[in-house]
């Protein structure tokens, strides 16, 4: 993918390697990483096994993942969306930034908010109630329950900005249509002894605001 970064004289690190080998040998690589998943996993699983690779940093990519869930390389946004899905299978969050990371090699990018977005949601009914299904803009389907949860953030416009887990420290932002449906959808319950405002999936509930500021608001 890069090679290490070198230092100026202005002591500020630069990214030479990764720039000049390009979306080419990082195509390469990540598709390399994802025909070996494919080929070892018995599963049904094809994720390449990110969380089990920690290779050397190789200096920082000019990729940025934008708050609406686009990709930009060098400015201009990867219109390829089989190539977003490709880089995607080989992203790690660790202390809160972002790599692309192949067995051999790791490379910084810029995050503005979380790397995926939730663009559709199922319900379905199950034996252990409504299971709420949500598909990612990398068309990655991602069941809502105790291992993949819902948290709700302070939104800049008094709101809430709902977020889903979906493995190993990456989350969907869920857009805001969406959002609208989970509060239609939700209810009150008591969590340790105070009335909170929330929305059940997979038996779990998720909550997004203290009921009595949720009944104001709504």
């Not at 291992?147 to 709902?162: K, S, V, Y």
């Not at 449906?181 to 002894?193: A, I, K, Q, T, Y």
């Amino acid at each position: 993918m890069a090679k290490q970064g070198q230092t100026t004289d202005q002591g500020q690190t630069t990214n030479q390697g990764a720039t000049n080998q390009g979306l080419e040998g990082l195509t390469v690589a990540a598709k390399l990483a994802a025909d070996d998943a494919a080929r070892t996993n018995t599963t049904g699983k094809t994720l390449p096994p990110v969380h089990l690779w920690n290779p050397p940093f190789c200096g920082d990519l000019d990729m940025r993942i934008a708050s609406d869930g686009t990709w930009f390389y060098m400015g201009t946004p990867i219109g390829r969306p089989a190539l977003v899905r490709l880089f995607s299978t080989i992203l790690k969050r660790e202390d809160g930034k972002h790599f692309l990371v192949t067995p051999v090699e790791k490379v910084g990018i810029r995050v503005d908010d979380a790397p995926f977005l939730a663009v559709e949601m199922q319900k379905q009914d199950e034996a252990q109630g409504r299971l709420l299904r949500f598909r990612t803009n990398v068309d990655d389907w991602v069941d809502c329950d105790a291992a993949h949860r819902l948290r709700f953030e302070a939104a800049a416009d008094g709101g809430l900005t709902p977020y889903l887990h979906v493995r190993a420290d990456l989350w969907a932002k869920v857009t805001r249509a969406l959002y609208y449906d989970l509060v239609d959808m939700g209810e009150e319950r008591v969590v340790d002894g105070r009335a909170m405002f929330g929305v059940v999936s997979a038996g779990e509930f998720f909550a997004m605001a203290d009921a009595e500021q949720a009944r104001e608001a709504r």
